[in-house]
């Protein structure tokens, strides 16, 4: 049996750790929106998730780190949304429709609690040069998700406009931008405001035959 398949109180270590791992991000993400990241010390988030600090350092290395894995959360978390939307939709949704859908679902999953948007589009910025790198390697990612799954929708022979990659970061730069400002406004607009926006963005980016 390995340590992994070994059950303590009638649950396997592999169980726990991930409940743990789970308890930690979710403390982090909230104290990090509610107080600032540079304002919440190691011990506040262990203080936070109720846990012990060696038990965070039996998932993390750093305070830094709780902070990469919020975030890859919160954006992995959002691309399976976007995922199921298209899922759900059954017949797949093309021109406007599909850029609609698309949009639609990242943004709800982002806006899924009060701290998400936050830590993802605030917090995140400008903590170090490695957390700068791994926003950039993201936000590409999210860019091929543009460029070879979005764009074909949106009708035959479709194609971004301009260089492959920089239209694509040109949206993914205005969904960046716009939900920071949407973020401070009081009272926020409604997300369908903000799809409407991007649409029309997004649909000014792709040309079509």
């Known amino acids: 049996m390995t340590t992994a398949q070994r059950r303590y109180g009638g649950r396997a270590v592999a169980e726990r750790k991930a409940e743990r791992r789970d308890r930690f991000l979710r403390a982090a993400t909230r104290i990090f929106a509610e107080r600032g990241y540079p304002n919440c010390s190691l011990s506040d988030v262990c203080a936070a998730a109720g846990l012990s600090r060696r038990q965070f350092y039996e998932e993390f290395a750093t305070r830094e780190d709780v902070l990469v894995a919020a975030y890859d959360r919160i954006q992995d978390e959002a691309a399976a949304a976007v995922t199921a939307a298209l899922t759900e939709a059954g017949a797949l949704p093309v021109g406007r429709a599909a850029l609609t859908t698309v949009l639609t679902a990242y943004l709800n999953s982002i806006d899924s609690d009060p701290y998400r948007a936050k830590v993802a589009f605030v917090e995140v910025v400008g903590v170090s040069e490695r957390m700068e790198r791994h926003r950039r390697e993201r936000r ?19 194609r971004i406009a301009g260089v492959p990659g920089l239209a694509a970061g040109a949206l993914v730069g205005a969904v960046n931008g716009l939900v920071d400002e949407w973020l401070f406004r009081q009272p926020r607009p409604p997300i369908g405001d903000l799809v409407e926006l991007l649409v029309r963005v997004a649909d000014s980016l792709i040309e079509r035959q």
């Open 140 to 158: 590409h990612r999210w860019a091929e998700v543009i460029d070879l799954a979005v764009v074909p929708m949106s009708g035959p022979e479709a």
